[in-house]
């Protein structure tokens, strides 16, 4: 119930193309889905969330698009860019001050 | 936006010694601050939940009397792994959070035991 299942384990991305990795979990509780993107060395920084109440969140060249019925979520990058390339995690929580249950990360490599 | 700092970002040092952690966050009162481990290419792995002025809340597996958490203030909390030995060498990174929004991760420190 508590398992956040994330594919694919790593993705290989030509500069200007789109990544796509995409989440799954089981617990219907879950109200709050965020994206962190981690490069070697450093702690997870927030990307871009979303909550259950809307299909789709876009800030600039990231989107979350989130199927409520499935339960399933996903992250598009458009125009990725080597800069880009860093493992992502998605993650899924009930709010904000509580703990959230991670994926095992997607490792993006975006090709120059 | 919100920051939360980690320190020591890197220690080295011998076998048996104990090590302390420091988790600050900088622009807002952090009610509830976490612990995670990472291993090399893994996912984050929760190791103890604090939220200010009260015990630590351990998951599974994780032993309290290795890693100990004070979370004395709404601004700071520190991790100390005791009698550190090689297999606790590890990245470890604290989050901090509160209910008006998502936690924010420190920059992580890793320890290595030698």
């Known amino acids: 119930q508590q398992q956040v299942k994330q594919s694919p384990q790593s993705l290989i991305v030509q500069k200007g193309g789109i990544s796509i990795i995409n989440c799954a979990y089981e617990?219907?509780?879950?109200?709050?889905f965020p994206w962190y993107q981690q490069f070697p060395g450093k702690g997870p920084a927030l990307l871009i969330a979303?909550?259950?109440?809307?299909s789709e969140k876009k800030e600039g060249r990231f989107t979350i698009s989130f199927n409520k019925s499935a339960k399933q979520f996903s992250l598009h990058i458009m125009d990725s860019q080597p800069g880009d390339s860093a493992t992502y995690f998605c993650?899924?929580?009930?709010?904000?001050?509580?703990?959230?249950?991670f994926g095992p990360g997607t490792r993006l490599s975006v090709l120059p | 936006g919100a920051v939360v700092s980690q320190h020591p970002s890197w220690v080295i040092c011998k076998s048996g010694t104990s090590v302390k952690i420091e988790c600050r966050s900088l622009?807002?009162?952090?009610?509830?601050m976490f612990w995670y481990r990472q291993f090399p290419k893994q996912s984050l792995m929760l190791m103890a939940t604090?939220?200010?002025?009260?015990?630590?809340?351990?998951e599974q597996g994780v032993e309290k009397d290795k890693f100990l958490i004070n979370h004395a203030s709404l601004t700071l909390s520190t991790l100390t792994v005791t009698s550190a030995h090689p297999e606790d060498s590890s990245f470890y990174i604290c989050?901090?959070?509160?209910?008006?929004?998502?936690?924010?991760f420190g920059d992580g420190t890793r320890l290595s035991i030698l």
């Open positions: 989050s901090a959070g509160d209910p008006n929004q998502p936690q924010h």
């Open positions: 617990n219907t509780a879950f109200d709050y």
């Open positions: 979303i909550r259950p109440d809307v």
């Open positions: 993650a899924a929580g009930r709010n904000y001050g509580q703990n959230f249950v």
């Open positions: 622009d807002f009162q952090a009610t509830t």
């Open positions: 604090s939220n200010e002025g009260s015990k630590a809340t351990y």
